[in-house]
């Protein structure tokens, strides 16, 4: 038997690039390449990379710089360097710059991939289409929505790596999720990056969810990520009809400063956003909703990030992603306005209220019953995406009712009920 190549897939950035970086590993599977961790071992390297804050970019670059040695030793060996990153600079500066890159194909163009692909290793044989297990978690698969994003939050890059937002017709999205039931996933989550505007034909997002319900066999439905702009009565009512819709939802708030707000362009303000997620937990009781700051955006003051850190107790959240202020434009006017210094004083005073604050939540579960499901006979993840631990009992691939008793670090510990 000849040895399979092998490829090894380097992904930085948000869900949309694992879900790409899967499709990616899929279109490597149909030529029966399969995938390793080991990069010594590979055949192929992938670098999907992200633009999203400056410290994203340097990262894939300094990874696309590692690989020259590798090169050097696989001299018949493939680089693709894909993603945002790879959209924003350009094949022609990266290939400038690091020469022993082969392919390199912007986020855009990424369902050109396979074209990549073809021009690099030939094309495809035939009896290599295969249906296979493309996720590395066996429980849980991505499927993607929508890409790009039609707003223009100040601060954000997206829209110009990514383009205005395109939808992907309900056909395609059930397919793609009925085909990833089959293969075993039980939990699905539909991506974009505002999921929830989807809308395509008459099919809104909360029908296009009733959809994916209904497909058999699946035991949980996660989207990722919101807007607060997006969500209407339809989705209000399933949320209250439909338990194995999770009761977790990420809902990116990025301050709590009306002005702030304004400036980034969000379209809400501070109350705008505290009642929607009151509208939302009185439809589904027990809904944990976690969050993205961004601390020291152009013109922040103290007061506003006051404002900023008194939302993390008043939002009951679950997480929050918090991040520094990234410019990512050369516009004057886009350029931090405080010092390195005091941008890390207050990420970290944001850090410490969100740690306390994640504790108090997850203290608040003791004595409630949560719906888990389980990963092994002992660990799963509750539907408001809590890590959850039992002593024995659990069945992998299925959902039960477990009684939370205690709580440590960032794990519920429960019995079966
Ligand atoms: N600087 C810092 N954080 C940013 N994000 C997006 N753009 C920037 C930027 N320029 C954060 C937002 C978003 C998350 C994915 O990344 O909080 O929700
Ligand atoms: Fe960026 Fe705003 Fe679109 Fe999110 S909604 S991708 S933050 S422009």
């Not at 809308?199 to 209904?214: N, R």
């Not at 989207?223 to 977790?248: C, Q, V």
């Not at 589904?284 to 601390?295: C, E, K, M, R, W």
């Not at 004057?332 to 390195?340: F, H, K, L």
């Amino acid at each position: 038997m000849p040895t399979t190549k092998k490829v090894h897939i380097i992904t930085f950035g948000c869900q949309m690039n694992e879900a790409d970086s899967e499709g990616i590993a899929a279109a490597f599977r149909r030529r029966g390449y399969s995938l390793t961790d080991d990069l010594k071992k590979a055949d192929a390297v992938v670098v999907n990379t992200c633009t999203v804050r400056q410290r994203a970019e340097d990262k894939a670059i300094s990874q696309i710089g590692r690989l020259r040695v590798w090169k050097e030793k696989h001299a018949d060996g493939k680089i693709f360097v894909v993603g945002c990153a790879a959209q924003k600079l350009g094949g022609k500066n990266l290939k400038g710059r690091f020469p022993f890159v082969d392919e390199v194909v912007g986020a855009k163009a990424i369902e050109s991939f396979e074209d990549a692909l073809v021009a690099q290793l030939g094309p495809t044989p035939e009896s290599e289409t295969a249906h296979q297990n493309l996720f590395r978690s066996p429980q849980t698969a991505y499927v993607t929505i929508m890409r790009g994003c039609s707003l223009k939050c100040s601060y954000c890059i997206v829209p110009a790596v990514r383009g205005p937002a395109v939808f992907l017709s309900p056909a395609a999205v059930l397919k793609d999720a009925a085909d990833k039931i089959a293969a075993g996933a039980k939990e699905i989550v539909l991506l974009g990056q505002t999921v929830n505007s989807y809308k395509h034909g008459q099919t809104t997002f909360a029908e296009l969810l009733k959809e994916v319900l209904a497909l058999p066999g699946l035991r949980r439905l996660r989207f990722m990520s919101p807007h607060p702009l997006y969500f209407d009565e339809g989705f209000t009512r399933l949320l209250a009809a439909e338990p194995r819709l999770a009761r977790y939802i990420h809902l990116p708030v990025q301050s709590g400063s009306d002005r702030i707000l304004g400036l980034m362009r969000r379209g809400y303000t501070r109350r705008a956003y505290l009642d929607l997620i009151g509208r939302l937990r009185a439809a589904a009781p027990g809904l944990a909703v976690s969050t993205d700051f961004i601390v020291g955006y152009p013109g922040e003051t103290e007061q506003d990030f006051e404002d900023t850190l008194a939302l993390v107790r008043e939002g009951r959240f679950s997480l929050a992603y918090c991040f520094k202020y990234s410019p990512r434009s050369d516009k004057p006017e886009m350029a931090a306005t405080i010092g390195e210094a005091e941008m890390e004083a207050r990420l970290e005073k944001l850090l410490a209220a969100v740690k306390e604050n994640s504790r108090l939540v997850l203290n608040e579960r003791i004595g409630k019953i949560e719906e888990v499901l389980f990963e092994t006979q002992t660990y799963g993840r509750a539907s408001g995406n809590f890590a959850v631990r039992v002593k024995a009992g659990g069945a992998p691939g299925s959902t039960a009712k477990v009684l939370v008793t205690g709580a440590a670090k960032n794990t519920l510990n429960g019995k079966l009920i």
